[in-house]
């Protein structure tokens, strides 16, 4: 392709980061062309990789960094920070008597029926848990002014004990933030050297421990995301690129650096929101309403809902092992993808991940050092890749290595390797099934209903089969599957989450301090979105944590502002019972309603972004050749096709292969294979 562009050209770029590859989506908007690109990443560098990545596009498509106007960013430095526990050291000033909040917890044990299960080790040791005398009442009044000198004491040996960081969080902070606020200031009075976070300023929540384990994973990430950001800031600029960079967030909305090193926590889940949000919005040019997502990477399998077009949000995701308490994209996980190693446990049995060779040294069959076998190996062995340069010409597949690696576990077990190699896939997908099952019945929903959306290096290679074992008949590949996450991040709009927690019956004795909380949460969401540059208009969406007196948790429904503003109380109480009805099949019509928290979005739209499409032309798609699969408990073959042969209205029939730069697509037998305008591909199955 000649990557010549004529003077003026507008890039915007998305960037996403994972385990393996760094992902890149580039669109130049005058002339709808798009650029896609993964480099493998550099954990010993991270961010290095980036240069790379661009340097590629300025070789390969002609990008001239000074002319790109929006770079949004997606990374996974703070959710493996937090996995690897590599961050800072912190110290937590707490109310004397409450220094066992995080350990106590909710007092949930991780696997209730297993006899070895633990606790996981928090992040802030007991000794570095330093409780003063200070007492906020329940309604905001004070009752005891916090003891400066036992701060001083406290902070003190927290330095000692090696303290880089300290977390200020009292009782009852939710109704009025003023002591942490005076704690805080006073630690930065005789500490300058120690960076401090106060729960309420990082999200005021009403229950203490949701609100201190928030605010400890705010501060656990900030040194190396601080660090990340700033070392991105300088690269880019050093390569000319005007644009600041944006930072998808875990809510899948984006938000400016300065915020990111600030509110870390709300880009822990960044990377898999993401792919979400490209997702949907590749869903609603489709048609698509209903839809599954499957992100498969490196390390994971990422599943989740697109309803009507939108993704589903919610609160209490995990990172690594410890829950997240803010408004998050909903996404299911499961530590299978295709760097998951196979292996023969000591009762002979075979098993796959959760452990994963990542992109060093990765799969064997990369050639780059590793001599385990994974999935990707297991595709390899079956005939699946192979076939075609990977990750746009950085990795050719070595057969031989991979069945080097999968014939060490065929010799154990007694099996012939390509057996071995199918057992790998078959395990891979039955761990799946069974984690969709649970976000299906999680969420009432019938996957029958739903279409398969695989994305991700690894998505295309197994979805399908995944698909034919769920009973789901429709499968909808994307034009550019490796690279959906980076799509995006260039798709997304600006969104902030705010919230007041109310906590009071609905009623009319309510109403004024709705009314209040509805205003300010208005100013700070409009507040928030000029400080990230936004004009145009804003979309603010208003929600209510509700649930009936006596229920210890509550359920997020949906509010019209006019409610509010009008005091229609039976207009928020129905909608209340129409979503518990909806969600718990009944409701109670006389039952007393209590409003806990206040919620809203502050939405502000991103650039209107067209992608290049074209009509359909019905025509019997001519596979290039065909290449040796084992498919079926025997070895047959099947048509290799070049997905960028594949025009609007090919059709053709599984089983087949589908090869591309960032993906390959294996189509089983029976699917019947559709390509639309914008160059989706779609699998129906027959009954």
Known sequence: MDGAMAPGADWKIG????????????????????????VLTTPDDPGAELLTGLALLAEREGLDPTLVSRFVHGTTVGINTIIQRRGTDLALITNAGFEDV???ARLRMP???SLFCSRPEQLIPRDRVFGIPARMRADGSESRAPDMAALAAAVATARDRGARGIIVSFLHAWRNGAQEAAVKAEIARIAPDLFVFASSEVWPVIREYERTTTAILNGYVHPRVAGYLTA???????????????LTKSNGGLMNAAEGKRSCVNMLLSGTASGVIGAAWLARQAGERRVLTLDIGGTSADFALIIDGEAQFGTGELIGEFPLFIPSVSVSSIGIGGGSIAQVDDRGVLRVGPESAGSTPGPACYGRGGTRATVTDAMVVCGWLGHSQMAYGQLQ????????????????LGRPVQETAQAILDIAISEMFVEVEKLASRSGVDLRDFTLMPFGGGGPMLGAFLAREMGMTRVMAPRRPGVVSALGGLVADLRGDFIRTIFAPLGAATTPLLRSAMEGLVTE??????AQGHQGSADLRLSADMRYAGQSYEIEVPL??????????AGIAAAFHDMHDRLYDFHDADGEIELVNLRLSAIGAGPALHFPEAEEVAAQAKPQRDVPVYTGGRVQPIGLYRRRELLPGAEFTGPAVVAQDDTTFAIPAGARAHVDRHLNLHLTFGD
């Open 232 to 246: 991105l800031e300088d690269r880019l600029v050093a390569q000319g690129v005007p644009a600041r960079p944006m």
């Open 397 to 412: 597949m070595d057969v031989a290595l991979a069945e080097a690696a999968v014939g060490g576990l065929a010799a154990r």
């Open 111 to 113: 696997e209730v029926y």
């Open 560 to 569: 019209h502002p006019a409610w509010i503003a009008q005091a229609n109380l």
């Open 15 to 38: 960037v996403d980061i994972g385990g393996t590859f760094m992902d890149f989506c580039a669109l130049e908007t005058r002339t709808g062309r798009v650029a896609s690109l993964k």
């Open 525 to 530: 969401g409009r507040s928030w979105l000029a």
């Open 102 to 104: 995080i350990e106590l």
